[in-house]
């Protein structure tokens, strides 16, 4: 018997991004557990990939090639060898090309790995897109909204790093369910606790992570900005704001500052549904809290007016002057802290003209209303839209085109897998090498391939060596090695690097970048036009926004004939059990996080007759989905919630959350998933 332990990494979205260790026997992973060592994972993964070994060698793996011999939708294939199926995308994109210009293909790349070589953060696959004139793929499904609204604020997506929450006397987790999503975390913020600070969530719903907080505030889905506004017209009616700071660190405090005079208590709490007393209690808080940090999640920025929301929340350390502090600023996202050389992967240069681009969250748009040319060709790897994107109803009518040529490359038969002609077995974590960071911490892994792939289970870069070779293309990059991509990558010249070897970070498998242990990210100016904290921001006016930052309220909630007949508000976040649809097809998860659940007040289930238990029908005009009642205070009346993740194959009829979510962009893009009304009955008890 042998038996070593091989370094890696979680692949999956989260903001944790784990270091782990595999322990094999025999060429068998036997043992999979956090890495000790790792600051931030601390030697704990989380319930789901406790599962992750087991979920690698599930039987319902996709272990060979298939071809599609049912309708689309069906799920019926046969199984074919790789050549095979090379040969027939190969032959399937060029005639494509040759017909409809190399736009007509879609490379859709999802969020089900975030490599640097194998998944999105390296967009894997690039090489050929470029090289073929694909049509630009943008992944606009989750944060970028935020990311935008961050930046016309302070120039950059980057916020302060998240361990310096354990140095914050006041801890506002916004929008973010931290003991679900990310629950690493939370270590930092008991560390805060146990040193006398104050934690408070706000949220619409009563999550696992309300529930731990000192407080609760629960505003209407979609009004955040003016819940901050609210805030920092206590901070400034005190006299509390940092004057020296503003003085010497913002653009446009006396226009700002007006605006937040506009945002009274009274007229706040009438917005936000947020009581009064509560509001201003917490607006003194921060008044005569330093330093406060705010943590905040993608939850906020999922309406009409998520950009701003952001963008608000960056501008409020800047009137308490906490930008200033160590544990004091705004986390939202820390990706970009690593310096790789993420050109080099994508290597845009190597497209001969400019192509269009098309958004990750208009996918039913994208098959069923472009021309010039129509999206032909869709290859779908790491993705599972037909669940996760919105608008789900148009995306099946497109996906069923007969026209369409459709490749899903995935680890299991996901439902946009059946709408697949050739479905692709790729790699699991502990199969193939990666480079990983965080977008919730300041560190770089390197994850070793452990075993053997199962069956004939390929990685995404040796799937598109091999599809590059088959379309016989001759540019010499698409056939670099995964340890080639990896030192093109590792730039060690870039000083968030400093101090990093290739041998060492192999060796060790992860490794701190190179910034200061507490740190304040501007202390020597804001990288804006302007050098400073910008409150009034030029770039936005260039860009058709409002040159101040400020409230834009959500679209649905404030229109009263949508709400007069769908008189609820959806949100739908993060399942505890599975990571996005990763895993709802893994039975002991599935199991544990029951079927698809709508948590109603019990105001709005006595008014529709409706009992704890019963399933409902969900529904607006776009589309319609079932689940069961929980009838529960967790929300207020008016608003519902329920999670993302269930596929709808497993769990009866197909259809799920997004039928009923629009294909709307928010103020700064992205998918509007939380600004969403429905109306709820009792489901036809036949
Ligand atoms: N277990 C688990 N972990 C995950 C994921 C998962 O699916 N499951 N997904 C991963 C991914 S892809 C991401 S992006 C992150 C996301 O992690 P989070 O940022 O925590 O995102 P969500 O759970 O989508 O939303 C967070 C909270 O926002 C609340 N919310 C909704 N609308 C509003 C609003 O208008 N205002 C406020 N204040 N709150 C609002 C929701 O009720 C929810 O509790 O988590 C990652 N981690
Ligand atoms: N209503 C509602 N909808 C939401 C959200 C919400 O809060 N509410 N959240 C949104 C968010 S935050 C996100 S990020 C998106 C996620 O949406 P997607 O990016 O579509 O992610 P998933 O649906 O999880 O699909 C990921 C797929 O990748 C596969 N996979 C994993 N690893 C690999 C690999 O190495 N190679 C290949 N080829 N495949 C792999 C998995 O098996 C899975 O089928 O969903 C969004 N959808
Ligand atoms: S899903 Fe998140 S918490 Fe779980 S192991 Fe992966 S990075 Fe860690
Ligand atoms: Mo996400």
């Not at 992570?209 to 609760?216: M, R």
């Amino acid at each position: 018997m042998t038996e070593h332990e091989v370094a890696g990494a979680c692949p999956l979205d989260c903001p944790d991004g784990c270091a782990w260790v595999v322990t094999v026997r025999d060429g068998t992973a036997v043992k999979l557990r956090g890495n000790r060592d790792h600051p931030f994972t601390h030697g704990t993964l989380c319930v789901k990939v406790n599962q992750y070994l087991e979920h690698a060698a599930a039987p319902d793996r996709l272990r060979h090639p298939l071809r599609r011999v049912g309708a689309k939708g069906e799920g019926r294939f046969e199984r074919i060898g790789w050549d095979e199926a090379l040969t027939e995308i190969a032959e399937r994109l060029a005639s494509v090309r040759e017909r409809w210009g190399g736009e007509a293909i879609w490379p859709y790349q999802g969020t089900g790995n975030l490599g640097y070589l194998q998944g999105l953060q390296g967009r894997a696959g690039a090489r050929l897109w470029n090289v073929l004139g694909a049509s630009r793929h943008e992944v606009t499904i989750c944060s970028i909204a935020g990311l935008a609204g961050t930046r016309y604020a302070t120039g950059t997506t980057l916020g302060i790093d998240p361990e310096s929450l354990a140095e914050s006397k006041l801890i506002l987790l916004w929008g973010v369910n931290t003991l679900t999503s990310g629950h690493h975390l939370w270590r930092f913020v008991e560390r805060a606790r146990a040193r006398g600070a104050y934690v408070v969530a706000v949220d619409p719903v009563r999550t696992r992570t309300a529930k731990q907080a000192d407080e609760h505030v629960a505003p209407v889905p979609g009004t955040d900005a003016a819940l901050a506004l609210g805030l920092l017209n206590v901070v400034v009616s005190l006299g509390r704001e940092d004057e020296r700071y503003l003085a010497g660190n913002t653009v446009g405090w006396p226009e700002f500052r007006r605006r937040i005079l506009e945002f009274t208590p009274a007229r706040v709490a009438g917005i936000t549904g947020v009581d009064e007393a509560q509001l201003v209690r917490l607006g003194r808080r921060l008044a005569g809290t330093r330093p406060t940090a705010i943590r905040a999640g993608v939850g906020v920025q999922r309406h009409a007016g998520g950009g701003e929301v952001l963008r608000v929340l960056a501008c409020v350390p800047g009137v308490t002057g906490d930008w200033q502090y160590p544990g004091g600023g705004l986390a939202y996202s820390t990706d970009g802290y690593f310096g790789g050389d993420r050109e080099a992967l994508a290597r845009d240069d190597l497209l001969e003209a400019p192509v269009r681009t098309l958004l990750m969250t208009r996918l039913g748009e994208g098959l069923l209303d472009l021309d010039d040319p129509p999206v032909k060709a869709l290859v779908v790897y790491a993705a599972n839209p037909l669940t996760s994107a919105p608008g789900q109803d148009r995306i099946r009518r497109g996906l069923a085109r007969e026209d369409l040529f459709t490749v899903v490359i995935d680890l299991f038969q996901t439902d946009t897998a059946d709408y697949a002609d050739i479905v692709l077995p790729a790699t699991m974590q502990t199969e193939h090498l990666d480079v990983h960071d965080g977008y919730g911490h300041l560190y770089v892994a390197w994850n070793e391939p452990a075993v053997a792939p199962p069956g004939e289970c390929l990685s995404t870069t040796e799937t598109f060596r091999r599809l590059a070779a088959k379309m016989g293309l001759t540019e010499p990059s698409l056939y670099d090695s995964d340890e080639e991509l990896a030192k093109q990558l590792l730039d060690f010249s870039h000083p968030s690097l400093d101090g990093i070897t290739l041998d060492g970070l192999r060796e060790k498998g992860w490794a701190r970048l190179n910034y200061p242990r507490s740190f304040v990210p501007f202390d020597r100016g804001f990288p804006t036009p302007s050098g400073k904290l910008e409150f009034r921001s030029e770039l936005a006016c260039r860009d058709g926004l409002d040159p101040l930052a400020g409230y834009t309220p959500p679209r649905e909630h404030g229109d009263r004939e949508l709400a007069r007949r769908f008189p609820l508000i959806l949100v739908a976040g993060a399942s505890h059990f599975f990571i996005n649809t990763v895993f709802a097809n893994k039975p002991a998860l599935a199991r544990r996080a029951g079927p698809p659940q709508v948590v109603l007040h019990p105001g709005d289930a006595a008014g529709r007759a409706i009992a704890d238990g019963q399933v409902v029908r969900v529904f607006n005009d776009r589309g319609s989905f079932t689940a069961l009642a929980l009838v529960d205070d967790r929300v207020r009346a008016g608003v519902v919630t329920t999670t993302k993740g269930h596929w709808g194959k497993l769990t009866g009829g197909g259809a799920g959350i997004n039928a009923t979510v629009a294909e709307r962009d928010s103020d700064m893009g992205g998918a509007v998933f939380h600004d969403n009304r429905v109306e709820i009955e009792a489901a036809d008890p036949r």
